[in-house]
């Protein structure tokens, strides 16, 4: 494996926060970003020695703008410039120096003097022990691809000068990667890995703002790897990542979501990283809900209601486990605060749980110690973010969870209308979005789905899911896309469990019988019939059971809901026709609405 | 003054939050945003019924999409739709529907086409009494400009047809606006406003996403409108803004800085608005700072250090006057709990303060209630935005304000070295940046200075600044561009007070020898050397006395700090040479870091 390196900008707080982060994270090198050491109180020499005692090298010293091809004056102040960083660089130890492209509006469009200014500077820099890490900026002046920079770089032709790639910007241009395999691997001196959605906006916007980590964008990024390491080249594997999210947010948490997403990049693109493949999953074991004294009764109601039965007691815990088909669900009311809620659990079924662990644990997933006591079963269990726990087991053999359960005979539903689950939603943290994306993506091997952007009534909300191949285990993660302030008077950060039928309609009715089916106005139904304009006998099985429905070439889907159980989880049941892979999103805006409705009707 | 309007889509919420809203501003009519009534559990008919309670009319229902120009079996969809939606609109009580121009792939490239199915749908809707306003969008499939939308309506021909004119689609493309002048006046249906940023990005995630109350972005919205109303169009003004913070800010407070825009905006097309004109502003009279117990002893540990004396105590509140040149701070322990310090006032010098408080509340600033006693000034007050109050004053009246002030007697410093207040500077949280902004603008008329963007050691942050002509009232804000999660370990909403001097490096000295001087590292006037060279005294001057610098073609800004005082309030001193009229924004990040690092030493 390469080194893995960061570069501090990607993260939050001081330089030292950042250090002490990557770090602990796991990483071998840093980028020093200029800014950082400017407003750090510790010397060069102390930063430095920091970093010799995290064990960190110092990779490259970042960004020095602005240099080449220029009129004599600019250029003389230039090489003073660069002359007093060469000072800061012996003493911080850092021997590479990345240079970009000149975007000054003095500097001029001449290959032959920017190489001659290049030669010029790496000159000096060789006196003080300095490489030049040349790169192009996808908004640069007058050179803004790698392989104009690369031709520069050889008509300098010095031996302390070479080439900095890096992915935004090359990637970011639609550039042709494959003239890479022309530059020999002792000229490129580094390699900066940056994902980014695909955004049509300003690049240099979109660069110091939109950012991501590998595979949380839209690059190929693996592809990429694959033609530089080809190259021959054996230096670090670096990432810079400039993004307004990644800024404020915890560096301790964004340094273990990098070196995951450095981690899978590998994986992807070849690399042996020593990670165990994702072993198959054949779908959710059980979902645990926390439901503490009072809310406790409020999930068991909905799950009566809509055919479960209460199959089995824990041994040691107050935990219920509830059965219909292969759904599964836990109810512990250990696991949440009086009249609280939460998806405590999400078990899957892992072909090969102690791989599903051990390759969890290698993308840096908090292992949760089990209490567990003898003859209960021992289940791998990882944190995922945003406060869900993650098991993985196989509920076929013999010494599985189950047997954790004393069944209590109760019989299931004779007419059982559900078969499984369908997704598990989750709401995260603006924090933690794009981090639990990645979490559920590389530790589960999930394939994203397509992105999601809905005006919710209480601010827009954006949204990923991800399945596995055979649609077997389906995760959807959402977020609100500005942090809310105090006004939204919406649940907070809500959850759910969609249950898979053949008969939603069956199903609703069992709701609304119970009492217990979110009720759906009808100015819905009528922009419902103008819109899509369903078969009147469609039309009115959705309205007669307040379904909510969506289209598209591959099929359809019917889905209902339940009120907000305790704080902040609610049912849905869902059917699909066809090959129908969507869920509803265009109908979330009018479920949150009706849930408000209904949680305001409820406590009135 | 025309009648206001404003669209749901730009409030959060219900729809009958958004209408409550919109009418407790003073708006007179709304825009229903189909979305908004599709949520709604209200009938049409309910709606209606809400909206005459409250007096406000609906001026439009939008948004219709991809009608037109499409082959005959979409165009039979299309018009059945749209007598679906005549029949919601007739419910509704409305008779204006938009009808954007199509995005849709099967919309093909044909004026007389696209003319011929906008007259049928003409004659559908004046069956029931609706009316079209068409518009084109920015991003339209084929009909993209306001004059090819103009074309096609004249040659539909039907009196049921007319043009709805968008701001933001004319101005974003930089069409030209004198093309509106041949529209007569009876074909102009409706016009919507709005602002937005100047961005070189996709125009449908601009208009999205990003749109701004007018007076908040860069358009030329005020020449815009006077072009407008010189049509003769007589019908609503209304606003029509689609932004992420709006989306889910506090309705009753978005709906305030609409109408508050839509005021500015008139007044300066030269739409009698009965607004009285902003009165001259001749400085800060005042800025009084709440320091609750513990913490008045640090601020006034820091006026006395900076070498204010404290000439006053008020006659019956906890209240000291400290003052030094023309620089007055109020420390009042009354106003802040115990440790805490915030600015609680700015108080503005004005040339007819009685005018200055009746714009204010006509611009919807909330008038405070003044607790004083007999014989006591009663300053007019109004709250601003983030829990500062705001007070317009003449300090040269025998019965101003200073009479309230029992004069000490303490001498002021033999050797002065400040002489006014240069500015203060606030920090918003992210939902009433916009508003804060558009609030100091059109109630003290100020004028917006250059934005910046800062990357913070803990995130991205943004400012604005504004002042009056002759910069004698200068206000800075700025906001987290993300809002804070927990890990940001920086002070929560700083506020400071810059104060003028002649002399920095004694204001240093002065401050040092308290210990109360905030101290800047070797690392940043190294990066300055190389940087800016200034010449070697200069920078010897800088280090010497912890003082950050800056430097543009209008001069030099000099400038330094003392630490946090209680939980948030701090002082600056800066010193400006030449004229220059920034604020030293590129050193912030250094500043910020400082503060964290003096925070932590102080705690230890």
Partial sequence: MHPMGIATVCLSGTLDDKLTAAAAAGFDGVEVFEPDLVAAADTPEAVRARCADLGLTIDLYQPFRDFEAVPPPLLAANLRRAELKFRVMERLGADLLLVCSSVHPDSVDDDDLAAEHLHLLSERAADHGVRIAYEALAWGRHVSTFDRAWRIVRRAGHPNLGLCLDTFHILSRGSDMSAIRVIPPEKLFFLQLADAPRLDMDVLQWSRHHRLFPGQGAFDLAGFLRTVLETGYTGPLSLEVFNDVFRQADPRVAAVDALRSLLGLQEAAGVDTALPAPPRLDGVAFVEIGAGAGADAEVAGALEALGFARSGAHRSKPVALWEQGSARILVNRAAAAEGATAVAAIAVESTDPPA??????RLLAPILPREHRAGEADLAAVAAPGGTSVFFCRSDVEEGWRADFAPTGDP???????????????????DDFDGAALFYRTVFGLDPETPAEVAAPFGLMRSLSMADAAHRVRIALSVA???RGGWAPAVPHPQHVAFATGDIAAAARRLRDAGLLLEIPANYYEDLDARLAPPPGRLELLRANA????????GEFLHCYTPVLGSRVFFEVVQRLGGHT?????????????????RLRRRA
């Avoid at 869920?583 to 409705?597: F, L, Q």
Wanted: aromatic content about 4%.
């Fill in 481 to 483: 896309a500005v942090r």
């Fill in 547 to 554: 379904l909510l429905y969506d289209r598209d070439g591959d």
């Fill in 356 to 361: 599903s662990a051990r390759r969890a644990e």
């Fill in 582 to 598: 969507g869920y509803g999103a265009p109908n979330a805006p009018v479920r949150m609405a009706a849930h408000r409705r209904d």
């Fill in 412 to 430: 299931a539903a004779s007419d059982s209308v559900l078969h499984g689950v369908d997704h598990v939603a989750l709401t995260q943290q603006t």
